[in-house]
């Protein structure tokens, strides 16, 4: 083996070792030992105040009989002291008590008879200490207490030893009565355990060294090995380069994520030359996640096709598809990127396939009534003037009117109309409406289906539709610009109904539908923001109907304020199982009004949580709502609310109020949201004891594994382990919350952050990616399983099966508990010093 390597492997594994060994063996002479010294004295100081009790009870035993007269005192005091003298306990029971008074005076000693009635007061230990002056001072300033002294062995007079012991005072009698431990037997059990760690530092010390020497020995040979390889693999290299450098397709090999060998016809494909695609990653030139690449590779053969786009030199992108296959190459797993540019039939296919599915999405939301899309009619006489319908079509903003004549709608004047009959004519607009109206009207039930209104417009050429209902009453209006747009997004149209629903009734059955619109998206591999941001569109447009609602019933509010959310909600990061986290903010009112705008508010907060409840959002446990008169105040009071959390130095009351770090405004005046977020951003700065709690919360988080690698179930003791996907997700989530805060991103949107975090340099674009993938699979999961509930008929919850998964899908968590590790890690790193 070469000196070099030599070196590095002294430096990288011997070394390491010894440092472990001699460090393992000063733990336990500087940290193990010194703390059962303590554990021992702390359990045997216990144990003989426990006996002492024991011993003062007897005497309140006896002094209890003399008060009921059954005994005199004298009696008394002499059968509790013959008692206790009787008492012995220990291994060898010959520990004992003794009593004393409070002079000091000798009132019992089984040992040392002579002392019986003397007076201690100038009794001294061989070290000069009088240690039953001390029992008085402490018993008389404590009433019990512990004193150490030197005192003869047991019943052997001739062998002075250490002692410590507990007194305690008996006060009807003046007396008191202690027990001791002698040192000589602590620090016996204390050499005894020292005796077993040495031998057990001496057997691991051993069998480290033992197995170092055989690594040693391996390594060696492990090196031999790979030097013989390395000269046949160079060999084998250039045969195989000659191979591939006549392939017809672009060829890469890449081996931990570096490219080692790329063909000609790469580089006339991306326009790099091979030195420069050397210095490049697998994502420097394909537009991909080139570990999710790999995790998507069947085991069995070892290979997966895929569509992408490569990086061309100067700024283009083009389509290809790339083919991976894994091969063994020098003892590793290397792989082996075939790409091939699309042609332009392929493009065509491709580009055919997106049309079917847009053209399928369309069809399905066609099947859906018009309802929906009716709007009001605007009418005027049939003596109107064109000049003053044509004011009444701006005032209103309408592009359509409807003439009336006896009462019945006889014709149409639209946009177009003036324009073709009137402008582009010089016609008169003195003149009666009568001479450029359209009739007779073209109209649609209402009850038709998107699909009929579509035929129709497009077969009458017309720009509007009269809506009838069963009577044969025009009763409202559908543009052609509403119909397309219907076309164009189901979503709006979901949207569309929530702002025309008159009730609860109405809004809980449009909310129904949302988990199987969410499932469609999610086995069609739709993006997890994309599926948030669905939800949380439709959780808007709810609470700003039901706001619209509870101000039809109470009136208009008396001030300004904001209806605003927190946590999930805050963040656009529902998912299909979420309860209420909200609140109301109103400007600043004087004293004399104050009572009066809390009082509609409130009930404003009641109405809206209780028709959320019913909608589908649940009632916060924590009872973090608007209709919780803490959570509906004016902006002052809001205001205390954060410089209270941000100064507090409790670490769980800055926990509890992490969820309302994330609020933003639904509905009502953004200005008072601004200020407030103005004022949270301000109170942050130089708050390092704030920031150091928000990090602990994160760097305190255990992944649910066991010493083995294997996912456990924490909470659960059958045969089934279930994994809570949010508590998983909450560590991401608050390191993601506590840097953006910091920072004074605005963005309350975990993804969002993460980018403006990544931009701004706070976050390398390795942390960027692992965070933006590992928050996205974990979302696809609990999105995954939360719609399976649902549509069999279950509660959804934030729970998933382990044994239902995938070994890839689990690998992945298994790699996201790492990557929650690293951010532990730099958290410990950037805050170590906040406190």
């Known amino acids: 083996m070469p000196a070099d390597n030599i070196r590095k492997f002294y430096l990288s594994i011997v070394l390491p070792s010894i440092v472990a060994i001699i460090l393992f063996i000063i733990s336990i002479f500087v940290v193990i030992i010194p703390s059962v010294e303590k554990n021992i004295m702390e359990r045997k100081k216990e144990m003989i105040s426990e006996l002492t009790n024991t011993a003062w009870s007897l005497l309140d035993e006896y002094h209890n009989e003399y008060k009921l007269g059954k005994f005199s005192k004298e009696e008394a005091q002499q059968k509790a002291s013959l008692r206790i003298e009787q008492i012995r306990y220990g291994d060898e029971l010959k520990d004992y008590f003794w009593i004393i008074d409070m002079h000091p005076t000798m009132i019992m000693h089984p040992y040392t008879s002579e002392l019986i009635d003397s007076d201690l007061t100038e009794y001294e230990d061989p070290n000069g200490k009088k240690l039953f002056v001390e029992a008085t001072k402490i018993v008389s300033s404590e009433g019990h207490g512990f004193i150490d002294y030197m005192w003869q062995w047991k019943d052997d007079s001739t062998r002075i030893v250490p002692k410590l012991s507990y007194v305690k005072e008996f006060q009807p009698w003046g007396w008191i009565v202690g027990t001791g431990i002698y040192l000589e037997d602590v620090k016996e059990e204390i050499w005894m355990i020292k005796k077993r760690l040495f031998g057990i530092s001496f057997f691991i010390s051993l069998t480290i060294s033992v197995i170092l020497l055989f690594v040693m020995r391996q390594s060696l040979k492990i090196e031999k090995q790979r030097r013989t390889a390395e000269s046949e693999l160079l060999l084998s290299r250039q045969k195989y380069k000659t191979l591939v450098d ?21 580089h006339e494909l991306v326009g790099y030359t091979g030195d420069e695609i050397a210095s490049l990653s697998p994502e420097d030139i394909f537009i991909l996640n080139w570990d999710s690449i790999i995790s998507s590779i069947n085991n069995d053969q070892k290979s997966a096709t895929t569509e992408t786009k490569v990086k061309v030199n100067g700024g283009v992108e083009k389509d290809v598809i790339i083919s991976v296959s894994q091969i063994s190459y020098a003892n590793d797993d290397g792989y082996i990127v075939v790409t091939k540019e699309l042609s332009q039939q392929e493009q065509v296919i491709k580009e055919k396939e997106q049309l079917t599915h847009e053209l399928q999405t369309s069809l399905l939301l066609m099947n859906k009534p018009i309802k929906p899309l009716i709007n009001e009619c605007l009418k005027c006489p049939s003596d109107t003037s064109i000049r003053s319908a044509a004011s009444l079509m701006t005032r209103k903003r309408r592009k359509i009117l409807f003439i009336e004549q006896n009462q019945s709608l006889i014709g149409v004047v639209n946009d177009s109309d003036l324009k073709k009959r009137v402008l582009a004519q010089d016609l008169n607009p003195d003149k009666s409406v009568l001479e450029i109206m359209t009739s007779p009207i073209i109209s649609i039930s209402k009850n038709a289906l998107l699909y009929e209104a579509t035929l129709l417009v497009n077969n009458k050429k017309v720009s509007h539709l009269a809506v009838k209902n069963e009577q044969g009453e025009i009763v409202g209006v559908v543009s052609h610009n509403a119909i397309t747009s219907m076309q164009q997004n ?48 439709v959780s808007d447009a709810i609470t700003i109907r039901l706001l619209e609602l509870a101000q039809e019933e109470l009136g208009e509010p008396p001030c300004r304020f904001a209806f605003m959310v927190m946590g999930s909600e805050g963040r656009k990061e529902q998912t299909l199982l979420t309860d209420q986290d909200n609140a109301i903010v109103f400007e600043n009112v004087g004293k004399e009004k104050l009572e009066e705008v809390t009082a509609y508010f409130k009930k404003m907060g009641e109405i809206i949580c209780r028709n959320l409840n019913e909608v589908g959002y649940k009632y916060c446990e924590g009872d973090i709502m608007a209709q919780n008169p803490k959570w509906t105040q004016p902006v002052a009071v809001w205001k205390k609310y954060f410089t209270e959390w941000i100064n507090n130095s409790d670490p769980q009351s800055i926990l509890d109020a992490c969820i309302f770090f994330d609020f933003r405004g639904v509905l009502g005046d953004m200005e008072l949201i601004s200020d407030l977020k103005d004022h949270v951003n301000k109170s942050l700065e130089n708050k390092s004891v704030f920031f150091y709690h928000l990090a602990q919360s994160v760097v305190k988080y255990k992944p649910p594994v066991s010493l083995f690698g294997k996912i456990i179930d924490k909470e659960h003791t059958g045969q ?69 509930n649902i549509l069999q008929n279950q509660a959804p919850n934030n729970n998933i099966e382990i044994e239902n998964l995938t070994h890839i899908e689990v690998s992945t968590i298994k790699k996201i508990f790492g990557e929650i590790g690293n951010l532990q890690t730099k958290l410990n790193f950037d805050f170590k010093g906040s406190m």
């Open 246 to 266: 006549a392939s017809t397709e672009g060829t890469l090999m890449i081996l931990n994520k570096k490219i080692i060998f790329s063909n000609a016809k790469l």
């Open 720 to 788: 089934q382990v279930n994994l809570d996907v949010k508590k998983v997700l909450l560590p991401i989530v608050s390191f993601i919350r506590l840097y953006a805060l910091y920072h004074d991103i605005p963005e309350t949107n975990s993804l969002s952050r993460i980018k403006s975090l990544h931009e701004l340099g706070v976050i390398s674009r390795d942390i960027y990616e692992e965070l933006a993938l590992s928050y996205n699979y974990l979302m696809q999961l609990r999105f995954r399983f939360q719609a399976k």
């Open 490 to 537: 189901s979503v709006s149209y979901l949207i569309r109904e929530i702002e025309a629903a008159e009730d609860v009734k109405q809004l809980l059955k449009i909310h129904n539908r949302v988990p199987a619109l969410i499932n469609a998206l999610i086995e069609s591999g739709d993006k997890t923001q994309n599926i948030t941001r669905i939800i949380t569109s």
